[in-house]
């Protein structure tokens, strides 16, 4: 089976600085894994994924998720918080062998003027 | 490419009535994912299809609702009857065979039962 877990329902950063929001995983097979963002009132849009190539994944707009599998996670990072990433973000994991995603509960990041 | 269309975008409808809610995935997707979102639950997946089969219904909360794919490019998620606990943010999403299950969402719809 498998699971996600993202720490922090809500986060509240400056503009200008390092956005950090956390996600573990637990998955009995080699996982994919995900961060989806979600705007007000619209679906949600990929950030980045990891599919077993490099550990250090770049996405959209200056984010960036580093695999690390010894500690199960997959953190997501933006060196400098802008007021336009204020949403919310999802961590997801699936696996190679399946269709099936399964989606953490969201971290909904606030930025701050 | 238009993306995911569903429709409607917003429903507005009384407890025992039937509602469909539609979904055009993006042409050449093989995939598609039926997911309802709300405050208290999140994001829970409904049903997926792969080439138009349902594979798992396992999310699919009562009998009540029922999803089809007649086609490669068509979707419905019907409930009937609706009852005020259905209201939510309804998602349709899908996804090629090469992506390694990246999703495409659609705009969502949202039902409001009274």
């Known amino acids: 089976a498998q699971s996600v877990t993202q720490l922090g329902s809500h986060v509240s950063v400056s503009e200008g600085a390092l956005v950090l929001l956390r996600c573990n995983y637990s998955?009995?097979?080699?996982?994919?894994l995900f961060w989806y963002v979600q705007y007000p009132n619209q679906g949600l849009q990929l950030l980045l994924k990891?599919?077993?190539?490099?550990?250090l994944v770049k996405g959209i707009n200056g984010f960036e998720a580093e695999f690390k599998k010894s500690e199960t996670s997959f953190h997501l990072t933006k060196p400098s918080a802008h007021m336009s990433d204020a949403a919310e973000y999802f961590c997801a994991v699936s696996n190679t062998g399946g269709f099936k995603t399964i989606f953490g509960a969201g971290t909904r990041l606030f930025v701050k003027a | 490419d238009a993306g995911v269309i569903q429709s409607p975008r917003h429903e507005v409808t009384e407890m025992g009535q039937e509602v469909t809610l539609r979904c055009k995935p993006i042409s050449g997707h093989n995939s598609l994912f039926w997911y309802r979102q709300t405050m208290m639950r999140g994001l829970e997946l409904l049903i997926y299809f792969n080439n138009n089969v349902p594979i798992d219904d396992s999310g699919m909360p009562e009998d009540r609702f029922s999803a089809k794919m007649p086609n490669a490019s068509f979707s419905t998620l019907k409930i009937q009857p609706s009852e005020p606990r259905d209201s939510a943010v309804y998602f349709c999403?899908?996804?090629?065979?090469?992506?390694?299950?990246?999703?495409?969402f659609g705009p969502g719809t949202r039902l409001t039962v009274l």
């Open positions: 990891y599919t077993s190539a490099a550990t």
């Open positions: 998955s009995s097979v080699p996982p994919y």
């Open positions: 999403a899908s996804g090629p065979q090469d992506r390694d299950n990246e999703q495409f």
